[in-house]
């Protein structure tokens, strides 16, 4: 086997490896394959160069499709003071207000791509706060990092304001004209609000004005009445919708009565929504309390959704800011954790999809594939099996980006001493 450290350069074939049967179009767990890296896309036909992997696994680069870039790495300078929520809300506002100039936001998310981009990441989408006037400050960053990063990871950017800031009475119409302008996906988070139906259907007829895709933050809490996902299914119904609606978290559903959550799983398949699930953020924040140990976790029923035929993918939500205190924006970490969290062992054997396949379905960016002419993007990671998989973090896997294996050098978190330290 390799020694995980170099590979050979030019053409070669790497030989001995398995994947996940679903990326091959094949029933069953792991298949073997040999892949041909000879430039840019994956090769045809066997290299001059054979090199045994010893069984590795092998998947195709990442896709995280629920991100916060804009906030990552604040921690240092704005913890969460208790853990909760609500913490986590007035934290970053204060910081926000604070802080959040271009130049903080570019160096804090161009840290966070460097991250992503070492452990095997080609794909973001993140959201961004954008309560003017911070919208006119980070989308033209973004756009910026998009131009910088293109070729290495694909970056996708979606509006983030309150569902009471989206109204025809609020900002939110220009909101909308500069993410349409940005090339981006209108979002909101939603909540129970005694006008939610009406700011739902103006939230989806400016998406549909600009033929954006929309994405929204749903239901983060453990509060049974909090039901707006049926909502936003039942509007997209309404209204017939034909763009792309991913929600995220959708924890209520946890704490729902059973024929009440199966309920408005059925719309939310009827209406073609996806769902992403961010076990490893909820599990930080919800059912916190001071002295007590939680008793419920907040995690989406994943399971009743996929039997639904329900689009699901799993992603890394916040990174080091008051959200979540922990995370680098890698994808072997979430698929460890949901793998734990959300009991995807001893269930389908499909559920590898829901890291790579299915949020690039949901967000639109291009399909895997691990065919000939394929991109060769690659993660290797030296481990034959999903226990042996899960059981260390990889932190000598091989990615492999255009055909080229990459240098995987962390970046120091001292860089970020000038804007976090």
Known sequence: MTDFRTLPGGPVTLSNLRTPACFLGLPGDL???????????LAQGPAPTTVDMGGAMVLPAFVDMHTHLDKGHIWNRAPNPDGSFMGALKTVAADRAARWTAEDVRARMDFSLRCAFAHGTRAIRTHLDSLPPQDAISFPVFREMRQDWAGRIALQGVCLVSV??????????????????????LGCV??????????????????????????????????????????????????????????????????????????????????????VSLPMCNM????????????????????????????????????????????????????????????????????????????????????????PGAPADLVICK??????????????????????????????????DPWTG
């Open 31 to 41: 298949a073997p394959l040999s892949l041909t890296l000879d430039g840019a896309t």
């Open 164 to 185: 009471d800031q989206v109204g025809p009475e609020t900002a939110f119409a220009g909101t909308a004209a500069l993410v349409s302008a940005s090339g981006g996906v």
């Open 190 to 275: 939603a909540y129970p609000a005694p006008d939610l139906e009406a700011r739902l259907r103006y939230f989806f007829s400016l998406a549909q004005r600009y033929g954006l895709a929309a994405d929204l933050h749903v239901d983060e809490t453990l509060d049974p009445s909090s039901a707006t996902l049926r909502a936003i299914a039942r509007t997209v119904l309404e209204t017939g919708f034909a763009g792309a609606v991913t929600v995220g978290h959708c924890c209520s559903l946890s704490t729902q009565d059973e024929i009440e959550a199966m309920h408005t799983l059925d719309l939310v398949a009827e209406a073609g929504i996806a769902v």
């Open 284 to 371: 930080y924040l919800q059912d916190r309390q001071a002295g007590r140990t939680p008793r419920r976790r907040g995690v989406t029923l994943v399971h009743e959704m996929r039997a639904r035929g329900i689009t699901v993918g799993f992603a890394s939500d916040n990174t080091r800011d008051p959200f979540y205190a922990y995370g680098d924006l890698d994808m072997i970490e979430v698929m460890r954790e949901a793998t734990r969290i959300a009991h995807l062992d001893h269930a389908a054997l499909d559920w590898a999809q829901a890291f790579v396949t299915a949020p690039a379905h949901a967000c639109g960016f291009a399909a895997p594939s691990l065919t």
């Open 383 to 416: 481990a034959r099996s999903w226990t042996e998989l899960f059981a260390r973090p990889q932190s000598d896997r091989i990615v492999i980006r255009n055909g080229v294996q990459i240098d995987r050098t962390l970046p120091d978190f001292a860089e970020l």
